[in-house]
């Protein structure tokens, strides 16, 4: 296979940021040392946030990432809001948990997976859910509000609200009364 139309890459940033380029931004936000923000201006932020240690919160040039309010997100964390990304209140994320919200669509086998078209699903995290350290949720899913999601696990369809999942893919284990 002779890959001779391979694009070229062109640099998304730097990651630096100044509060006044986000779409939108409350009170009390703590960006730990090292969080790095692309596409400022298509993310919007709550009050009483916290962003761990060398997080990412990769905006993009279209969709947003909105965060509500009184939201924790843990160290190491890597949101990619191409396809749209929305965090309700009161919501935990645990370190090293991934967001994504675009995969390559296998449209033609002969060229490269990378070159194929990318779509894009938005991810919802609803109010007072808790996504436990590792976990990696994948485009188009919702977890339910107060759900919990177990540490590594995979999130690869919906969860409903008030359910305790966990595993590759996350499992349904309970329903929380």
């Known amino acids: 296979m002779i890959f001779s139309n391979i694009k070229r890459f062109s640099s998304h940033g ?3 940021f100044d509060l006044k380029d986000f779409k939108k931004i409350g009170d009390n ?3 730990e040392l090292n969080v790095l923000v692309f596409h400022p201006e ?3 932020l709550g009050s009483n946030i916290y962003i761990g240690h060398n997080s990412i919160l990769k905006g993009y040039c279209e969709n947003e990432m909105i965060i509500n309010n009184d939201t924790w997100i843990g160290q ?5 809001s191409a396809g749209g990304i929305t965090i309700g209140q009161a919501v935990g994320i645990g370190p090293y948990v991934k967001i994504l919200t675009s995969f390559h669509k296998e449209t033609n ?6 070159h194929n078209r990318l779509d894009f699903e938005p991810v919802t ?3 007072g859910a808790d996504i436990g350290v590792g976990t990696i949720v994948l485009p188009g899913t919702t977890i339910g509000e107060g759900a919990i999601i177990g540490a590594g696990s995979i999130i690869t369809k919906n969860i409903p609200d008030y359910a305790v999942a966990f595993g590759t893919p996350a499992v349904v284990s309970r329903i929380r009364k």
Do not use: A, E, Q, T
Request: proline share 4%; hydrophobic share 50%; aromatic share 14%.
């Open 42 to 44: 298509n993310i919007s």
């Open 76 to 80: 190491g964390c890597f949101f990619h």
């Open 125 to 127: 995290i609803k109010d």
């Open 109 to 114: 086998i002969n060229i490269p997976v990378m």
């Open 29 to 31: 936000i703590v960006f």
């Open 14 to 16: 730097r990651g630096s």
